[in-house]
């Protein structure tokens, strides 16, 4: 069965389209309206054109998907050139595409005429619902005020093709109708289980997507009522997860992201198969090989004293002067993610990295020296969506949902989700407590000294425990922007974020003369050295993409105005 939708899902992908940014029309002289549609098999195939798009996993060939991006927008990493916010408005582009949006469309609309029972058409229908909300989630996110299409338009249908941008708020109360249908309609079981999209898989994406929502509601529009009808949602499509007793977290942390093969791991609710000869990816080689964007300091003093506080207010944090001192003592989450036995520099290690920290979450030691652990040849598997994010999403979901009219969250409401996470095999954290609206540990509250004010205490460990169980695995961006909080990526307001491992020169003769350090023999590794290089946060335009000038172009030449997001 496995290969069997492998098979399927690349005949679909090369069939009807492989890349999310343009549509491939079928041959007409092969496959028409009146020849595919007729039986369930051909919508499921049909189906599988949608998986590469939203499950992209570790990508193919010589990527690896949105996993492990040294080159992102965030405060994790440490770069030697820090990306930069978009500077331009695109000629064309850019994202500003609805090819998804009409070819779900046409999937809808097309599933109604198949003969199949009802069942199965209303189970077709949700998937077809549920890819238009994910892609519509995703222009939203991009574009903030997109036009709603819910049926398919010809050329013909001017009016309709060259209508005004929709309000967020009116196309996300379009994308939860879709989602909820998705979630009463589409079938528990179908296919195979970790490789298909069923219900389980609805409901995680339906508790990521509100979460992004619901925050960006709260702190981008002021809008309570909102927020809090979109984080009730997150917070009960993870409820549904948690409650349904379907999944547990796997015995191993780097388990879930470094394996040949996630077929029932009970962490994983949706995965992307890879198959050695027919689809790798280059994760494993970045991670064992080939020199790496380093994690900063700032990602790295994140990470907990295994007593559960914070370094800055731990006993039993050791300091940072040596790779030793800063693996012990510490949620053992740091050692999963990160190499905790040597730094990696450059002119002492060939695999270094810009900050000496080396991530190796993602590495298969059993395959690392073989051809299969080099190059584009990786055929590890990949979570696309996992239980431990869903939990992470029903806490935080609670947490924000008490700020804006929502009941307070309580012990209960930890111990379904942080605590689980911290009572993984291997990791063995103390539990996370609140009193009143403090977080605890051990019965005693606390308060890290390097929260931002503006965050509540409660909500700021939240967030921490979100930032290391993802680590490296592309959220962090997204995070900072629904809680508007891009500066954190400012190089020169948060210095610490172009920082990595404190070393001395003398005990590294054979260091890069290349290599900066905070003071001239001694110091922290500082990455991005050059004044044209910092990467500062100076304008609040970013928080949303510029719409591509010739689309502003071809409805002008319609009389229309498309109106650009603000700041462009």
Same mark, same amino acid.
Do not use: C, H
């Given at each position: 069965m496995k290969k069997k939708i492998f098979i399927l899902a690349l005949f679909a992908t090369t069939l009807f389209s492989c890349?999310?940014?343009?549509?491939?029309?079928?041959?007409?002289?092969?496959?028409?309206?009146?020849?595919?549609?007729?039986?369930?098999?051909?919508? %499921?195939?049909?189906?599988?054109?949608?998986?590469?798009?939203?499950?992209?996993?570790? &990508?193919?060939?010589?990527?690896?998907?949105?996993?492990?991006?040294?080159?992102?927008?965030?405060? @994790?990493? #440490?770069?030697?050139?820090?990306?930069?916010?978009?500077?331009?408005?695109?000629?064309?582009?850019?994202?500003?595409?609805?090819?998804?949006?009409?070819?779900?469309?046409?999937?809808?609309? +097309?599933?109604?005429?198949?003969?199949m029972s009802d069942d199965a058409k209303a189970h077709w229908t949700g998937v077809?619902?549920?890819?238009?909300? $994910?892609?519509?989630?995703d222009l939203v996110n991009s574009f903030g005020d997109v036009p709603w299409y819910e049926t398919e338009l010809k050329e013909?249908?001017?009016?309709?093709?060259?209508?005004? %941008?929709?309000? +967020?708020?009116?196309?996300?109360?379009?994308?939860? #109708?879709?989602?909820?249908?998705? #979630?009463?309609?589409? +079938? =528990?079981?179908?296919?195979?289980?970790?490789l298909t999209v069923n219900r389980d898989v609805v409901l995680a994406f339906m508790s990521q997507v509100f979460l992004f929502e619901g925050t960006w509601q709260k702190y981008h529009l002021n809008n309570a009522a909102k927020a809090a009808e979109y984080l009730e949602a997150s917070k009960w499509a993870a409820e549904q997860l948690i409650s349904s007793g379907r999944y547990s977290l796997s015995p191993s942390y780097r388990g879930v992201f470094n394996s040949l093969n996630l077929a029932g791991n009970p962490e994983v609710i949706l995965y992307r198969q890879y198959e050695p000869g027919m689809l790798t990816h280059a994760l494993n080689?970045?991670?064992?090989?080939?020199?790496?964007?380093? #994690?900063?300091?700032? *990602?790295? @003093?994140?990470? =907990?004293?295994?007593?559960? =506080?914070?370094?800055?207010?731990?006993?039993?944090?050791? &300091? @940072?002067?040596?790779? !030793?001192?800063?693996?012990?003592?510490?949620?053992?989450?740091?050692?999963e993610t990160f190499v905790s036995d040597e730094l990696r520099l450059n002119g002492i290690s060939s695999n270094y990295s810009t900050t000496g920290y080396a991530t190796h979450k993602f590495l298969n030691e059993a395959i690392k020296d073989q051809p299969d652990g080099s190059s584009n040849l990786n055929p590890t598997d990949a979570p696309v969506i996992r239980y431990g994010e869903v939990l992470l999403n029903y806490a935080e979901a609670t947490a924000e949902l008490?700020?804006?009219?929502?009941?307070? $969250?309580?012990?209960? !409401?930890?111990?379904?989700?942080?605590?689980?996470? +911290? *009572? %993984?095999?291997?990791i063995g954290l103390p539990a996370l407590q609140v009193q009143g609206n403090l977080p605890a540990v051990s019965g005693v509250t606390y308060d890290d000294p390097q929260r931002d004010p503006s965050v509540p205490s409660l909500i700021w460990e939240i967030r921490r425990e979100r930032r290391v169980e993802l680590m490296m695995e592309g959220f962090r961006l997204d995070d900072l922007r629904?809680?508007?909080?891009?500066?954190?990526? !400012?190089?020169?307001?948060?210095?610490?974020?172009?920082r990595g491992a404190w070393i001395s020169r003398a005990e590294y003769p054979k260091l890069q003369s290349s290599v900066v350090l905070t003071g001239a023999q001694e110091g922290y590794i500082i990455p991005a050295t050059a004044a044209a290089s910092q990467r500062l946060f100076v304008d609040p335009k970013v928080y949303l993409n510029p719409l591509p000038l010739d689309q502003i172009k071809l409805y002008a030449d319609q009389g229309v105005e498309l109106k650009q997001n603000p700041g462009w």
């Open positions: 890349e999310k940014d343009f549509l491939e029309t079928p041959p007409l002289d092969q496959l028409t309206d009146e020849t595919f549609w007729k039986s369930e098999e051909n919508v %499921r195939t049909f189906s599988y054109g949608f998986y590469p798009a939203y499950f992209t996993g570790y &990508g193919s060939g010589f990527t690896w998907g949105n996993y492990f991006s040294g080159q992102s927008l965030n405060d @994790d990493f #440490a770069p030697t050139s820090p990306g930069q916010f978009t500077r331009n408005v695109p000629a064309s582009g850019g994202g500003w595409t609805f090819s998804w949006v009409r070819k779900a469309n046409i999937f809808i609309d +097309r599933v109604q005429d198949v003969p077809g619902r549920f890819f238009r909300g $994910m892609e519509y989630a013909t249908d001017t009016e309709e093709l060259y209508k005004p %941008r929709d309000s +967020r708020t009116f196309v996300m109360d379009k994308v939860l #109708a879709d989602f909820r249908f998705a #979630a009463e309609n589409v +079938r =528990l079981t179908d296919g195979a289980k970790g080689s970045y991670n064992n090989k080939e020199p790496q964007t380093g #994690a900063s300091k700032d *990602a790295i @003093d994140s990470y =907990l004293a295994e007593d559960g =506080l914070p370094i800055s207010i731990s006993p039993l944090y050791q &300091g @940072d002067k040596g790779i !030793d001192d800063v693996m012990t003592n510490r949620d053992p989450r740091i050692t008490a700020t804006v009219g929502g009941p307070a $969250m309580t012990q209960i !409401d930890l111990d379904k989700s942080i605590n689980k996470l +911290r *009572a %993984r095999p291997g629904r809680w508007k909080k891009l500066e954190y990526t !400012d190089t020169e307001a948060n210095i610490d974020i172009n």
